[in-house]
Each structure stands twice: as C-alpha cells, then as structure tokens.
C-alpha cells in the first residue's frame, strides 16, 4: 500500500486504510516512521490505538519509545547486517570468495512489545 517511505505516502496508506470496511484488527507498517505517521492519521479520525486498531512498526528507531502510545516493533541488527554484507564483499574481492555462491546467514531479529498493540482486556 505504501508507494514509498516518505509521510505523505504513509498519509495516503492512512486514508486507504480509512475507507476500508470492516477496519483490520492491526498494521505492520515498513518502518517505524511511517508506522507513526499511519498511527497519528488513525488517531485524528477518532480511531484508539491500540483499542481499535493495533499497530506495528520495523526497525526499532528512537521514534517508536518517543511516541504515545509506545510502538510496537521489531528490532533488526541492520549493523550486523552491514557488516556481513561488507565482509562477504572484501572476500570477493580479495579473491577469498566467491560472491556467485549463495549463502544463507540468519541474523536474529526481535519482537519488542510496546502500547501500540496491546489490546486492553
């Protein structure tokens, strides 16, 4: 839904998701920007996050602790990440290794459980 990562494309996705008949129950947005962007939309329409609609975000940024409620989100090691990445690369380069050989490395990622999608009993 979301065409790409800047507010007015998370404000678009926040209309569509508006006019949607019956609401979904929750959102996992791309990143935790637009997932804050998408929630304060819902929010100005009337809409109680998370008693209406859970929200969830990705990355982890500073922005999901700074926001009411605190978002839900998942926190990926995108250093780690880099840093495989950049490795794998200097093998090539090096001649160490062979960048059309595939490898699959499993990096682990983390639910990190805010207000913003938890239903209220």
């Given at each position: 839904m979301v065409k790409d990562l800047s507010e007015e494309s998370a404000l678009e996705a926040a209309q569509e998701i508006l006019k949607m008949s019956p609401l979904p129950d929750g959102l996992f947005v791309t990143n935790d920007f637009e997932a804050v962007v998408c929630m304060q939309a819902l929010r100005r329409e009337g809409f109680r996050v998370p008693e209406d609609i859970a929200v969830?975000?990705?990355?982890?940024?500073?922005?999901?602790?700074?926001?009411?409620?605190?978002?839900?989100?998942?926190n990926y090691p995108g250093r780690d990440m880099g840093e495989i990445t950049a490795r794998n690369l200097i093998?090539?380069?090096?001649?160490?290794?062979?960048?059309?050989?595939?490898?699959?490395?499993?990096?682990?990622?983390?639910?990190?459980?805010?207000?913003?999608?938890?239903?209220?009993?």
């Open positions: 969830v975000g990705f990355n982890n940024d500073t922005i999901s602790k700074l926001v009411e409620p605190q978002l839900t989100t998942i093998n090539h380069l090096k001649g160490v290794g062979n960048i059309a050989q595939t490898n699959t490395i499993i990096i682990k990622s983390e639910l990190i459980i805010r207000d913003s999608s938890k239903r209220k009993k």
